[in-house]
Structure formats: C-alpha cells, structure tokens
C-alpha cells in the first residue's frame, strides 16, 4: 500500500514540460498551449503604483517613449512609478512546470539586474485575466487564469478536466483511510486489548461474516428480481381493457 501511494503521489507531482511549438508544451498527459494569446496582458498595481505588461507568446513592448526590448525578447516588463522600465524576463529563458490539478508555473529569467518573473498560470471556463501577485525582489509573481489551454490526458478542458484528478485523488484518499484503519486498529488491539495473533486485526468477527453477508445480499437481492417482474408485469396488464370474448 505504502509503494502504491509514493507511485500514484509521483503521477501527480510536478513535471517539466517540453517546447513543442510557439508557446505550446507538452509532457507526460499534459498539454499547456497559450499560442493563442497573441496580445499582452497589462496590471496596475495601486500599491507599488508599477504597471506591468505580460506577453506569453508575442516578443514586443513599447509604451510610448518608454521601451522595453531586449535582443532574447521580453515576458515580464515592470514600469515603476518613475516610469523607468525594467525587463524583468525573457521568453527564451521561460521554463513551463505543471503543478496539481490544472495549474502550470512559468518561470521567466534573463531580467534586468537579476530580476525574474514566475506565472502561475490556471485553466478556467470564464475570461482570461492576468495580475501582480507580489515581489520578493528579485522575484516577481503573477497570476494568469486562461480558457481552453490545458488539457490532461488528452481530455479538453472544456470537457471533464478534472475527472482523472479526481479519480486519483480518491484513490490515494482510499488506500490512505485503509491504511490508517488498519495500523491504528492494530495498535489499538495490541495495545489496549492485548491481543495476539489474529486477535490483531481490528473487527475480526465483522470481517469474518463478511463474505457470507455479502453472499446473503446477493442472494436477497436476486431472489427479488421475479417478484418485481411479476408486480411491473401485473400493473401493465391491468391498464389495458379487457377484449370481450
């Protein structure tokens, strides 16, 4: 039980994705394509009073007087309350990582004085919306939340993304509960009932007639099949009228 949780927890632990094409990646189940996203995306945040521009696929910035172009193309741009831009990544040095459930981080270096820029981004059905999460200089984060662009196991998120998720999640929650009842039901007989052997495992004389009660129910519920045809068949019979002879 123990190797099958570690190998069902590693099936939902983060991967690396692969460049496949302009602004799609791909890894094992896991597809992140943004190569629909030909603007940018802008934020200002009222609290450092700094404007940032984010262009997942696109290399080109220019606000006016101010610039923010780089030869590797600029991500991230961080306009302070200065007006002084900053790049604070590339495209060429992005890194895609997918995270639990629907959620991938791009990590973007090559910023000006060591700055870099890390997106969460997380696949919705609803608007595209980008924003300034914090800075921990020289790190900066943000928060994408797109449509359509991600899928797991080839399901389209505009479909039942979350169902093999789901269906893991339950399975670990499964092998963790029995695990759990029976290392404590365990130690509770061991300990508080002093008991040996056999007398070890918790609710033995349950799990003893279990299969004859599962047997039982078999039996009830098969043995009521007839009688339910025999009382849908009657009701059906006495709807229609009665053929004079």
């Given at each position: 039980?123990?190797?099958?949780?570690?190998?069902?927890?590693?099936?939902v632990?983060p991967?690396?994705?692969?460049?496949?094409?302009?602004?799609?990646?791909?890894?094992a189940?896991?597809t992140?394509?943004?190569?629909?996203l030909?603007?940018?995306?802008?934020?200002y945040?009222?609290?450092?009073l700094?404007s940032?521009?984010?262009?997942?696929?696109v290399?080109?910035?220019?606000?006016?007087?101010?610039?923010?172009?780089?030869?590797e193309?600029?991500?991230?741009?961080?306009?302070?309350?200065?007006?002084?831009?900053?790049?604070?990544?590339?495209?060429?040095?992005?890194?895609?990582?997918?995270?639990a459930?629907?959620?991938f981080?791009?990590?973007?270096?090559?910023?000006?004085?060591?700055r870099?820029?890390?997106?969460?981004?997380?696949?919705?059905q609803?608007?595209?919306?980008?924003k300034?999460?914090?800075?921990?200089?020289?790190?900066?984060?943000f928060s994408?939340s797109?449509?359509?662009?991600?899928?797991?196991?080839?399901v389209?998120p505009?479909g039942?993304?979350?169902?093999?998720?789901?269906?893991?999640i339950?399975?670990?929650?499964?092998?963790?509960?029995?695990?759990?009842?029976?290392?404590?039901?365990?130690?509770?007989?061991?300990f508080?009932k002093?008991?040996?052997?056999?007398g070890l495992?918790?609710?033995?004389?349950?799990?003893?007639?279990?299969?004859?009660?599962?047997?039982?129910?078999?039996?009830?519920?098969?043995s009521?099949?007839?009688?339910?045809?025999e009382?849908?068949?009657?009701?059906?019979?006495?709807?229609?009228?009665?053929?004079?002879?």
């Amino acid at each position: 039980a123990i190797i099958l949780s570690v190998c069902l927890l590693a099936s939902v632990s983060p991967q690396n994705l692969t460049s496949v094409d302009n602004c799609i990646w791909q890894g094992a189940g896991v597809t992140l394509d943004l190569s629909k996203l030909t603007n940018y995306f802008e934020y200002y945040d009222a609290g450092t009073l700094a404007s940032y521009r984010y262009y997942p696929c696109v290399a080109t910035v220019d606000w006016g007087v101010y610039y923010c172009l780089v030869a590797e193309g600029p991500a991230l741009c961080q306009q302070n309350e200065g007006n002084v831009i900053y790049v604070v990544g590339t495209l060429a040095t992005v890194t895609v990582t997918a995270l639990a459930g629907d959620s991938f981080e791009l990590h973007y270096e090559g910023g000006e004085f060591g700055r870099e820029g890390k997106v969460t981004v997380t696949c919705f059905q609803g608007s595209d919306s980008f924003k300034f999460d914090s800075e921990t200089f020289p790190t900066y984060y943000f928060s994408l939340s797109v449509k359509d662009a991600c899928s797991r196991g080839g399901v389209s998120p505009s479909g039942d993304d979350g169902g093999f998720a789901l269906f893991i999640i339950l399975i670990l929650a499964s092998i963790i509960g029995v695990t759990s009842y029976i290392a404590g039901g365990v130690a509770f007989m061991y300990f508080h009932k002093k008991e040996r052997g056999l007398g070890l495992v918790p609710n033995l004389v349950f799990w003893k007639d279990f299969p004859f009660l599962l047997r039982d129910g078999f039996l009830f519920t098969f043995s009521c099949i007839p009688k339910v045809r025999e009382y849908f068949v009657s009701k059906i019979h006495t709807n229609y009228d009665k053929v004079p002879s």
